[in-house]
């Protein structure tokens, strides 16, 4: 037992750290959200330079072959910027679900050329209660996904649909792809209507799902960690240089208690994800547990330390201008894909024991 | 990053399993499952001292004062291992988890060898004298006096909020050793025996009807000057060193009772259909996820620690349990219903979740308020400034 970093874990998250801190601009953000919500110079360094984007991909396929606390410390770091990037979509969605469920040809074909970021992909879920539904039958894919993550911008989408997974190009002939004017234009969705295109069979869907859901969820989790964590610096530091009444407002209680509460949540955030990834990568009886706990947890945090970045810096918080609603919109965005927190947590309530619901 | 335990902790594991089954199925199978911290002292007594003998007392001391020099994991593991036997709350919970530490780290090597056996052996039970009529929140403001006399402190003054102090053999009090000196200048953190004419304990009867705090008199108190702990003077850094240390083990043992709490109110709410309920099942899967995520962050502290580093997440840990519990206590009476709110006969004494509900409001208060918790994360931890101080008497 050893609940810390490693050593290697700790180059990495300082290496991740200071990656985005420098690259994953305010004002490079801003010029990725009025296009696409991609960062392309961005996603070049990140997928190139730094080496790091096929961090759970296995080397032989052209990854770092590491696991899942690697792969939560990159998306935690990238999240505390916003940072303007398919790596929820392409990396943490349709990556785990080609190297669970995909045949050995595709998982060659396709696999290196994610992790170098040549390719990009994203992950089509069956969302409850939406239709139209996808359906996959005869080697085409009809009905439709109503909201893909970095849909615009992907190569080829990993689909869920009600019989099978299916993997199927941006160009296939049917497929219309409508970009989507979304809240959080740092992930924008797109819809995907499949036309009776032709797409190919994942070899094992239930593992394919299975994977790109687990690993979603830690990976929305982490991001939120890392979102809530920038919400607290930032407001901390404004509530030391910001004087009102004569004294800096950090020194009032009604807003150092909130603050306090902030890190209260957050700290509690870090123990989830980190618990969460560990389970996984170890395979323990309670990684089912963990991720729903995480998910839940962490996005509910973003949102509270979202909401109190803007309230705790007044007016100048409720400007385009400012970055906080960089956050809230991320932190919305976190909590509906892939199950609301509640949805989580009647998962959890399940695994607890109590039955099914009434 | 690993979770997982070694095979040799494994063995641990059954090692400490099959000795604590051995005891609480044999001759302590009379004190297996109590949870009052008031319930049958003597034979909590008799388990402190069973548990020293056979070196389970204070796992984590060096050997030389009655520990096993275990390791962080053999600590954890024991900790689990104890609240799944079943064995009762620690009488001496103040000893081993305040008073023994505090020693370890500012006595001399006298006072190391003097009182830390006693309490490893289960022969001398603490509680501690911090909080006064006027000295709540603001713990400095202590007006308890201490002067010398030959080779004694002679100790005059009033402590409340004493836990336990009624089967206590020792208190640890902060008094104000240097005349006309103000807040935290000026105090001495003494040892005291209990048990003499100048020390008084009075019970205060609590809103769940029992009592396990006091009032404590020391009227003429006396305590030989070799039992100070620090120098004459330093009582404040020896008491704020006490707040600071790593309660993480200790909490994994408390977060086992927090366990038992927690599948009482899941087992109440499936007997009466409420586990049904969407509400209360979002109620309860939070408090299981809070559950869990306490102990991971006691998990990531403790390693912080062993490695020599005061993850500042430590600080965030009172309000959290304190906070889980106070919530937990509402949730059983909302699964409860009015059922929960009366009892069979004509003592004022309600079986456990109904207690927890009233107990709990104590636990957002004492060993610092949620407020005070709240100041001390935003002004440690994130570095914000204090509140000017007032100057009313």
Not at chain 1, 177 to 203: C, H, K, N, V
Not at chain 2, 91 to 96: E, P, S, T
Not at chain 2, 187 to 198: I, R
Request: glycine share 10%.
């Amino acid at each position: 037992m050893h609940f810390a970093f490693t050593d290697e874990q700790v180059m990495i998250a300082e290496t991740a750290k200071a990656f985005f801190a420098e690259n994953a601009t305010s004002e490079r953000t801003r010029a990725a959200m009025a296009e696409t919500g991609v960062d392309g110079a961005l996603w070049q360094a990140f997928t190139g330079d730094l080496g790091l984007a096929g961090v759970a991909i296995p080397e032989a396929l052209g990854g770092a072959g590491l696991g899942m606390v690697e792969l939560a410390v990159l998306a935690e770091a990238a999240g505390r910027h916003t940072a303007a990037l398919p790596l929820l979509a392409s990396l943490t969605l349709a990556a785990p679900a080609i190297l669970a469920g995909g045949t050995d040809e595709q998982k060659a074909r396709l696999l290196p050329r994610l992790a170098s970021g040549e390719l990009v992909a994203s992950f089509a879920t069956v969302n409850r209660g939406e239709t139209p539904r996808a359906t996959f039958s005869d080697g085409r894919l009809t009905g439709a996904a109503l909201h893909v993550p970095h849909g615009a911008g992907a190569d080829i989408f990993v689909v869920e649909t009600d019989n099978g997974v299916a993997i199927i190009e941006c160009g296939a002939p049917g497929l219309r792809i409508t970009p989507l004017t979304s809240m959080d234009q740092t992930r924008p969705y797109a819809r995907l209507d499949f036309g009776g295109a032709l797409a190919e069979p994942l070899a094992n869907p239930r593992a394919a799902v299975h994977a790109a859901l687990t690993t979603g969820w830690l990976a929305i989790a982490a991001d939120a960690l890392g979102g809530a964590q920038a919400c607290l610096d930032r407001t901390v530091a404004y509530a030391q240089e910001r004087v009102q009444f004569g004294r800096s407002i950090g020194s009032f209680q009604a807003v150092k208690h909130r603050l306090a509460d902030m890190m209260i949540a957050i700290e509690q955030a870090r123990s989830a994800v980190y618990w969460a990834a560990c389970a996984i990568d170890e395979g323990s009886d309670e990684a089912k547990f963990a991720v729903h706990a995480a998910k839940a947890f962490a996005c509910d945090t973003y949102s509270d330390c979202a909401g109190e970045m803007i309230q705790l810096h007044g007016g100048i918080g409720f400007t385009w201008e400012h970055d906080a609603h960089l956050f809230f919109k991320r932190a919305r965005s976190n909590a509906s894909l892939l199950g609301t927190p509640d949805w989580h947590r009647e998962r959890v309530a399940a695994l607890a024991g109590l039955g099914e619901a009434a | 990053m690993k979770l997982g335990f070694s095979p040799e902790e494994e063995a641990f594991r059954a090692e400490a399993a099959a000795w604590l089954a051995a005891e609480l199925n044999g001759p302590f199978a009379d004190v297996r499952g109590l949870t009052s911290l008031v319930a049958s002292p003597d034979r909590r007594r008799d388990w402190e001292r069973r548990l020293g003998e056979a070196g389970w007392s204070c796992v984590g001391w060096p050997k030389a004062y009655g520990g096993r020099d275990a390791t962080l994991a053999e600590q954890v593991i024991f900790a689990e291992e104890y609240a799944r036997a079943g064995a009762p709350p620690r009488l001496n919970h103040i000893g081993i988890e305040l008073a023994g530490p505090t020693i370890l780290a500012f006595g001399t090597e006298e006072q190391k060898a003097r009182f830390l056996p006693a309490i490893a052996r289960g022969k001398e039970i603490w509680c501690q004298g911090y909080s006064e009529p006027g000295a709540g929140s603001d713990l400095a403001n202590v007006r308890t006096r201490a002067w010398r006399e030959s080779d004694d402190w002679v100790i005059e003054g009033q402590k409340v909020w004493t836990s336990l102090a009624q089967f206590s053999d020792w208190i640890f009090v902060i008094a104000r050793t240097e005349e006309g000196s103000k807040g935290p200048k000026g105090l001495s953190f003494l040892l005291v025996p209990v048990d003499q004419s100048g020390v008084t304990v009075r019970p205060i009867h609590q809103i769940t009807g029992e009592a396990e705090f006091n009032e404590t008199f020391f009227d003429g108190a006396r305590t030989n000057t070799a039992n100070i702990l620090g120098a004459p003077g330093d009582g404040w850094t020896v008491a704020m060193g006490l707040l600071g240390f790593e309660r993480g083990v200790s909490t994994l043992a408390q977060q086992m009772g927090f366990r038992n709490e927690l599948d009482a109110v899941i087992a109440a709410a499936r007997a009466n259909g409420e586990a049904k309920n969407p509400l209360i099942r979002q109620r309860i899967a939070k408090a299981e996820i809070g559950l869990k995520l306490m102990r991971y962050g006691a998990l990531r502290m403790l390693t912080d620690a062993e490695g020599g580093r005061l993850n500042p997440s430590a600080l965030t840990y009172k309000i959290q349990w304190a906070t889980w519990r106070r919530d937990l206590g509402e949730l059983a009476m909302d699964v409860l219903g009015q059922a929960g709110e009366t009892v069979a006969g004509h003592d004022y004494a309600f079986p456990a979740l109904p207690n927890l509900f009233l107990y709990s409001r104590a636990d957002t208060i004492y060993g610092g308020t949620n407020e005070i918790q709240r100041n001390i994360i935003a002004e440690r931890a994130l570095g914000l400034p204090r509140e000017p101080r007032g100057d009313l008497k």
